[in-house]
T-cell receptor, first 117, second 118 residues
Framework: AQSVTQPDIHITVSEGASLELRCNYSYGATPYLFWYVQSPGQGLQLLLKYFSGDTLVQGIKGFEAEFKRSQSSFNLRKPSVHWSDAAEYFC???????????????FGKGTLLTVNP | DTGVSQDPRHKITKRGQNVTFRCDPISEHNRLYWYRQTLGQGPEFLTYFQNEAQLEKSRLLSDRFSAERPKGSFSTLEIQRTEQGDSAMYLCASLRGQNYGSYTGELFFGEGSRLTVL
């Protein structure tokens, strides 16, 4: 069965500092990988996704993520964090017998990001 | 996109009562998903529809849970004889695209319906 591990429950960074959120997945086939952000009182919003091709993917709000098959990782990065980035971040892997194309996602437990002024 | 809307946003009920949640997806999206999220956890898949057909149900969806999408537009999730363990946020999402060739993989989530069972 597929699974996602986000090792860091809570991360605090200063505004302007760089950010890396870790994500490790377990999936038998080529994964579909996603990062979503959830702000209080708002629905989950897709930041970026990886299906195939270039292993460095760019997303919205200045985020990027790198797929490393050898490490089963899909870490999220941002070079300079803004106070508005404070939210909870979820990594997810696409699962299912059709190789992920049913978009039934398995989510990690999330990483809560706090940004200090 | 007008967004995915869910109703009610918050429901408080007593154990043993039935509750129903409604989800209106983005109108041109033919796939609709239900997830459940408890405190400190990520969303967990419950079920999904393509048009009116329910294609998959998670083992998390006990016999007390039923979901429908009768006309391929809005969907309802009913929980019968609620238990305190059912307290959670119920999330609905729709998938951008009309068919396998056009799905982008982007799920649009509603803000959720929070259920509290006393």
């Amino acid at each position: 069965a597929q699974s996602v591990t986000q090792p860091d429950i809570h991360i605090t960074v200063s505004e302007g500092a760089s950010l890396e959120l870790r994500c490790n997945y377990s999936y038998g086939a080529t994964p579909y990988l996603f990062w979503y952000v959830q702000s209080p009182g708002q629905g989950l919003q897709l930041l970026l996704k990886y299906f195939s091709g270039d292993t460095l993917v760019q997303g919205i709000k200045g985020f990027e993520a790198e797929f490393k098959r050898s490490q089963s990782s899909f870490n999220l990065r941002k070079p300079s964090v803004h106070w508005s980035d404070a939210a909870e971040y979820f990594c997810a892997v696409g699962a299912g017998s059709s190789g992920g194309s049913n978009y039934k996602l398995t989510f990690g437990k999330g990483t809560l990001l706090t940004v200090n002024p | 996109d007008t967004g995915v809307s869910q109703d009610p946003r918050h429901k408080i009920t007593k154990r043993g009562q039935n509750v129903t949640f409604r989800c209106d997806p983005i109108s041109e999206h033919n796939r609709l998903y239900w997830y459940r999220q408890t405190l400190g956890q990520g969303p967990e898949f419950l079920t999904y529809f393509q048009n009116e057909a329910q294609l998959e149900k998670s083992r998390l969806l006990s016999d007390r849970f039923s979901a429908e999408r009768p006309k391929g537009s809005f969907s309802t999730l009913e929980i019968q004889r609620t238990e305190q363990g059912d307290s959670a946020m119920y999330l609905c999402a729709s998938l951008r695209g009309q068919n396998y060739g056009s799905y982008t993989g982007e799920l649009f989530f509603g803000e959720g319906s929070r259920l509290t069972v006393l």
